[in-house]
């Protein structure tokens, strides 16, 4: 079992940008493939993004493209998700989680890694 630690969540406004971080033991990160996830009060949990170890990233293009970024810096074995333009419906839990290594699955069964999540609150 890999223990993945979220930070960097918080209250912001609409508009404002937060970036994420996920500490993984060393060689986690680059060596697997790394995503985040987020799951908001009443609903089912909702892919963001991946990034594999070879670098092809994955993002959810419906909610988040062009506004989230995701990358990773191995030699502080973490990985980041950078948001922008953040808006109210943002508002979750985020985890971040780790899969063996492969292509950025978006979906929740492929990673058996998952950290306890951080919380973003986007105010109107």
């Known amino acids: 079992q890999v223990q993945l630690v979220e930070s960097g969540g918080g209250l912001v406004q609409a508009g404002d940008s937060l970036r994420l971080s996920c500490t993984a033991p060393?060689?986690?990160?680059?060596?697997?493939?790394m995503g985040w996830f987020r799951q908001a009060p009443g609903k089912e949990r909702e892919f963001v993004a991946a990034?594999?170890?070879?670098?092809?990233?994955?993002y959810n293009e419906d909610s988040v493209k062009g506004r989230f970024a995701i990358s990773r810096d191995n030699a502080k074995n973490t990985v980041y998700l950078q948001m922008n333009s953040l808006k109210p419906e943002d508002t979750a839990v985020y985890f971040c989680?780790?899969?063996?290594?492969?292509?950025?699955?978006?979906?929740?069964?492929?990673?058996?890694?998952w950290g306890r999540g951080t919380q973003v609150t986007v105010s109107a």
């Open positions: 989680t780790a899969a063996q290594p492969g292509a950025p699955s978006r979906v929740d069964g492929s990673y058996d890694n």
């Open positions: 060393p060689r986690t990160v680059m060596w697997y493939t």
């Open positions: 990034i594999s170890r070879s670098g092809p990233t994955s």
